[in-house]
């Protein structure tokens, strides 16, 4: 049964893959912008900022050497500013301590800044061919649908799910596998409203099998209550106003300043917030030291700009 199950996601993935860009390289540096980029921003912004990322700093050594601040100002749009320092700092580790090679072990890529088991896993496997199994969002889901089923509306385990995801990897074709199942959950088994007609996996499905025993009309499978319980997106948590979102506004009032220019203290709280007032100092001053720690600004006399 696994083998017919492996070959029909593969013939799917074969018929309908997206033509991405970084699908088309085994280059482990263009392979780590592009998981990076994709950690926490969709496909089509990643598209053009990939490309303009890669024409900017064509090599891991021409990252590194970079002035951050460059890199910060590339990454605009993408959002998680983070993201861009530490990849930088991956860049550097890898050029000081790796001869300028991407390594393709899993060990070796977790003890790089910024890099995740999921981003590990990815480099290793996209970049290097690794039968490697990992978690994103669209592989959680789809491994979960596919071998636990739609009832469990308690948590199941990473731990879980990374063992079903691994028994399911085809030997010698972790690439395909770990592309095709990504793809599958970003076009058919999508977290609302699963298209599971057109399926591949349809026949081995335990939420599909659960959802016909429950005497679904499959016209109404896709929006089946056993489906839907599983496919609920968690609340979005408010994001104008947060945290994340000030330290967004304080990014870009930096990029937008001539190179090398400082913004005085003040004058960045009233580009953040019209209602900037004395008592918003304290706060302001907590977010902006907590970015100089990130590494994205550098406090100095004159006020805050982004790093050289
Ligand atoms: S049959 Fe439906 S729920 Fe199961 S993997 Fe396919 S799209 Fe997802």
Redesign the pocket.
């Known amino acids: 049964m696994i083998e017919s199950l492996r070959a029909g996601l593969l013939q799917w993935f074969a018929n309908h893959a997206r033509d991405l860009p970084w699908r088309r390289t085994r280059d482990p540096y263009a392979i780590m912008v592009a998981e990076v980029m994709l950690q926490q921003t969709q496909v089509d912004r990643v598209i053009p900022k990939y490309q303009a990322f890669l024409a900017t700093f064509p090599t891991i050594e021409a990252l590194a050497a970079a002035p951050t601040a460059d890199v910060i100002r590339l990454w605009a749009g993408l959002g998680y500013n983070r993201r861009a320092v530490n990849l930088q700092r991956a860049a550097q580790v890898i050029v000081a301590q790796h001869g300028g090679k991407v390594p393709d072990s899993v060990a070796a890529l977790r003890t790089l800044p910024g890099i995740g088991p999921y981003t590990a896993g990815a480099i290793a496997c996209f970049a290097f061919e690794r039968d490697v199994a990992f978690l994103d969002t669209n592989i959680r889901r ?1 491994v979960r ?2 071998c636990v089923g ?1 009832d469990h509306l308690a948590a199941v385990a990473d731990s879980v799910l990374l063992a079903h995801a691994e028994a399911l990897i085809p030997p010698g074709q972790g690439w395909a596998w770990n592309q095709a199942i990504m793809e ?1 959950g970003a076009l ?2 999508t977290a609302v409203s ?3 007609w057109r ?1 591949p ?2 026949q081995y ?1 335990r ?2 099998a659960a959802a016909v025993a429950a005497d679904t009309a499959l016209a109404e ?1 896709m929006t089946t209550p056993a ?1 839907k319980r599983v496919a609920e997106p968690r609340p979005a948590e408010p994001f104008v106003g947060s945290r994340r979102w000030y330290r967004g506004r304080i990014i870009a009032a930096l990029r937008a300043l001539p190179a090398g220019t400082a913004l005085p203290l003040f004058e960045l709280g009233r580009q953040v917030r019209p209602d900037f007032a004395a008592d918003h100092e304290q706060w302001l001053l907590q977010l902006v030291h907590d970015l100089a720690r990130d590494g994205l600004l550098v406090i100095t006399e004159q006020g805050v700009r982004l790093p050289a």
């Open positions: 789809v649908r596919l739609p599958l058919v088994c699963p298209t599971c399926c996996l349809r499905c939420a599909y499978m489906l």
